[in-house]
Every structure is written in C-alpha cells, then in structure tokens.
C-alpha cells in the first residue's frame, strides 16, 4: 500500500471518537492521553505504510512480554525511563533546584521492606565468595550541611548478576538494606563487589534490542533511594568504574558523576579494622539532596513494583 493515503482529519477524528474526548463520563486525563497517542499512532502507521501484519505482530509481542513479566526491562531498554529523569532534570533545572545529585533510573527489581541498621550495615549473607566492598559517604543537603536520619535505601545484584527474591537461590534481603545516617549524615555498608546483568536470554526484552541492532547488557551498579524529611526523594545508582559495558548500558542509566572511583586496600592494618582476611574495595560517595518544594513534580513515583513473598 502507498504511505500517507488518510486524510488527517479522519485520523483526528477516530482518535477522538475511539478515546471517547467528546462522550461524557470518564476519566478526562485519560481521554485526553488516549486521544493524542492514537492520533499519533494512526498517523505513524499512514506515514510509515505499516502493515497490518507489522501491526498485529507488534500487538502479540506486547502480549507475549506482559506474560514474560518484561515490560519492567523494555521501558528502560527502549529509554522511556531514563527520557522520564532527563524531563524532571529539566523542570527542576528551570525551579532553580540544580546541583544535588544525579537522578538515574530505578529499574525493575526494587523490593521495598528491607532490614533498617543505623548508621552501618552488612548486605552479604556470606554465602557468594565475592571481592569484599566497603562504600561509605555523606548524605547533606544543597548548601553542605549534614542530613542526620536520613534513610539510604540499597540495592544490587550478586556476583552471577542476580537479586534476591528474584532469585531462588538467595536469601530474602540478601544484598539489600535500608540504612538510617548519623547525626552527621554519615552512611557506610560492607558488601561485595556485584556483577552487571543480562536480559533474559530469548526473552521478549532481548527480542526488540537485537531488532534494532542494539546488546541487552548493563554495566555493574548499586541503586539507591536517598530520602529525609523537608527534602525531594533521589532515586540513583553509581556504577562500577572499568566495566565493558559503563557507557554502553541498554537501559541508559549510566551518568558522568555517578562513576566514583574504587580504591583497592591491602594494608593489613585497615584489613584488620575491617574485619577481613583478603585485600577488599572501598568507594566514597556523598548524596547531596535537594529541598522540598511545592509546584514541581514529585519524585516519589508510584508505580507497580514486585513484593516481598
């Protein structure tokens, strides 16, 4: 068929009928979205000559991920949730609330309910035999001061790339914590070092990313919530430094100031102070947070998450 046959008013049209914007009743948000993505949808298949069984694939495709349980991986894959971060960045950027730290992408495997420690906390149940990994840093607030009681909540794969809950093999809560800073805003954790991950091989995830030529692998990273009273609520990760894919991760969550360096410590004294027996890592890391103001889009999102069993 040739592209670009429809008038656009028939299109304007039937996006408007089919989203029910003239028709009482209803959610008038939601009509108003409805109307603008099929508009938009209809008038990309007319200008792009889809098929119809372009269209009907892409229709089981979508199915087929909602049963995979992947469309959690395809928003960030496709860079819808990193889009997300990039437009809050800007209407925070123009509120004048720029210089806390970078938000990045939260991702699909955050399980809320992990164990609360003050101050310091040990992720690792002991049972993956992985590089030993102490991260330690400062929670303040935009002008310096320390945020006493604020609670960092972490989280990250294991050494195969694999969470708990997720993963059978390991413990509920293994590798995640929520830890309560000190009066002076000070956090620290022992881990160890984790892994990077891939999608589900064969998965619907890795379908569309080999599709458009694209890998399906994230770089190393730890996640984090960082929330305290009177301040907006920072959902961010940092990243491994060195890993093959730091610049190349399919969900695009990768940010310039969220690569701290590692420090590798074999002095004997501080493996003492440790408590370990092997040379381990050490990452510093400051969360600057950025106050609470009203008239700007919150950044606690709701969204379906996976829960605890």
Partial sequence: MASGIIEKSIIQDLARRASGLDTDGGDRRIKEIMNRVLGDLFQAIDDLDISMNEVWSAVAYLGAAGRNNELGLIAPGIGLEHFLDLRLDEEERRAGLAGGTSRTIEGPLYIAGAPECQGFARLDDGSDQGEVLFMQGQVRDQNGKPVGGAVVDVWHANTLGNYSHFDPQQAPYNLRRRIVTDTEGRYRFRTIMPSGYSTPPGGSTEELLFAVGRHGHRPAHIHFFVEAPAHRHLTTQINIEGDPYL??????????????????????????????????????????????????????????RAKAA
Avoid: H, W
Avoid at 258 to 285: G, T
């Fill in 247 to 304: 610049f190349e991760d399919f969900a695009f969550g990768t940010r310039n100031d969220l690569i701290p360096p590692v420090i590798r410590i074999s002095d004997p004294k501080l493996m003492a102070e440790n408590q370990v027996q092997q040379p381990y890592a050490s990452i510093e890391f400051d969360f600057v947070l950025m106050p609470a103001v009203e008239g700007i889009a919150d950044t606690i999102v709701e969204r379906e």
